[in-house]
C-alpha cells in the first residue's frame, strides 16, 4: 500500500530534550516536506527536500533541523525543543515539488 | 511565508444542505489543490485545478480556478455526515510538474448536524 508513515504518532516531553520524528515514504517520490498545523494558522512549512542530500528551509524553521541521506526517510529533528513547538506534524510526499502532496498521518507533540 | 485567507473559518449545517467555500490570495496561483483532513488524520486531496476558468468535479464535490487566478471555490451538494472534516485550499504559483512551493490556506472546519 502506497503510503507515507510517521513515528511516533504522539509524544509528550520536556524542554530541552532531543527527539526525533521520523518519516517514511514507499512511493520513491523525490520530493519531501514537513508542516506543522496550529489552530487558526493552517499547514506551515518546516522544511522541504527536493532529492536526496538537498533540504532548504520553509516558512518557520527555526528550532528544527532535517537531514535527507535516502530517498524514503526525511526526519525531523528537535534538537532543544520549546512549549512553542508543542503542535501537530505532518510529513508529506510528492513526485514533484508541491504537485498534489501524500500527507502521512501526523504526529501530535507535546512540550512541557 | 504567505497564507491564504479561506472563508469561512467554521460552518455549522444540516445534513442534505449544499456548502461553499472560498479562498482568496493577494498573489496570483496557476495550480490550487484543494484538501480535506478527517479528525486525527492527514490532509487528503480532494480536486487539483490547473487552469484558470476551471469548473472540475469529484462526485458531489465542485471546485473552481477564479479567473483572476487570485480565488478558488469548493462546493459540496448535499452535504452527508461523513462530510466532517477540515478542507484546506493550497496554491501553487508554478504549473503541476514544475519545481514551486505549495501555500496552504487557513482552513475552513465543516460540522453537520442530522
Known amino acids: 500500500e502506497a503510503q507515507v508513515t510517521q513515528n511516533p504518532r504522539y509524544l509528550i516531553t520536556v524542554t530541552g530534550k532531543k527527539l526525533t520524528v521520523t518519516c517514511s515514504q514507499n512511493m520513491n517520490h523525490e520530493y519531501m516536506s514537513w508542516y506543522r498545523q496550529d489552530p487558526g494558522l493552517g499547514l506551515r512549512q518546516i522544511y522541504y527536500?527536493?532529492?536526496?542530500?538537498?533540504?532548504d528551509k520553509g516558512d518557520v524553521p527555526e528550532g528544527y533541523k532535517v537531514s535527507r541521506k535516502e530517498k524514503r526517510n526525511f526526519p525531523l529533528i528537535l534538537e532543544s525543543p520549546s512549549p512553542n513547538q508543542t503542535s501537530l506534524y505532518f510529513c508529506?510526499?510528492?513526485?514533484?515539488?508541491?504537485?498534489?502532496?501524500?500527507f502521512g498521518p501526523g504526529t501530535r507533540l507535546t512540550v512541557l | 511565508g504567505q497564507q491564504l485567507n479561506q472563508s469561512p473559518q467554521s460552518m455549522f449545517i444540516q445534513e442534505g444542505e449544499d456548502v461553499s467555500m472560498n479562498c482568496t490570495s493577494s498573489?496570483?496561483?496557476?495550480?490550487w489543490l484543494w484538501y480535506k483532513q478527517d479528525p486525527g488524520e492527514g490532509p487528503v486531496l480532494l480536486i487539483a485545478l490547473y487552469k484558470a476558468g476551471e469548473l472540475t468535479s469529484n462526485g458531489r464535490l465542485t471546485a473552481q480556478f477564479g479567473i483572476t487566478r487570485k480565488d478558488s471555490f469548493l462546493n459540496i451538494s448535499a452535504s452527508i455526515p461523513s462530510d466532517v472534516g477540515i478542507y484546506f485550499c493550497?496554491?501553487?504559483?508554478?504549473?503541476?510538474?514544475?519545481?514551486?512551493?505549495?501555500?496552504f490556506g487557513t482552513g475552513t472546519r465543516l460540522q453537520v448536524t442530522l
Open positions: 498573489s496570483i496561483f496557476n495550480t
Open positions: 527536500s527536493m532529492n536526496v542530500e538537498v533540504t
Open positions: 493550497a496554491g501553487q504559483l508554478g504549473h503541476t510538474g514544475t519545481a514551486s512551493k505549495l501555500t
Open positions: 508529506a510526499s510528492s513526485f514533484v515539488w508541491g504537485n498534489e502532496q501524500f
